[in-house]
């Protein structure tokens, strides 16, 4: 299971995956690498730090490692949030309501989901 956090390039990365996957190293390389100015040896050495951390597996296929994210990425991100929720923002919601409340472009199906979320919460406190 996963030991440690994930951030920045190795979140940028883990997503790039997660849209894509599996991919190879060289995939990757090619299309985020180049566009973000990193090596293909940088790029190894993101995508294996991950899968050391457990984000990410490997697999042998056609005499090449391709590489898929341990979890579907609603699941991935849900840690990710929850993880920059517990250790940045110290577990108090008031950040977040406070940033979510400022936000004037969020769509009527994000609404929906945000309200959905509510009510289930109250039901879950009485």
């Known amino acids: 299971m996963r030991k440690k956090n994930v951030a920045g390039q190795e979140l940028a990365v883990l997503q ?34 991950l899968r ?13 490692y391709v590489y898929s994210p341990s979890l579907e990425k609603r699941e991935l991100m849900k840690d990710v949030v929850k993880d920059f929720f517990e250790k940045t923002l110290g577990g108090s919601l008031s950040p977040l309501v406070a940033y979510l409340g400022d936000r004037k472009d969020l769509r009527p199906e994000e609404l929906d989901e945000l309200e959905r979320l509510v009510e289930e919460l109250k039901k879950d406190a009485k």
Do not use: C, N, W
């Open 16 to 49: 790039f995956i997660s849209d894509r996957a599996p991919v190879t190293v060289r995939e990757v390389a090619d299309q985020y690498g180049v566009a973000h100015d990193l090596a293909r040896t940088t790029v190894l050495t993101i995508m294996e730090r």
């Open 52 to 64: 050391k951390k457990g984000f990410l597996t490997r697999k042998k296929a056609g005499g090449l």
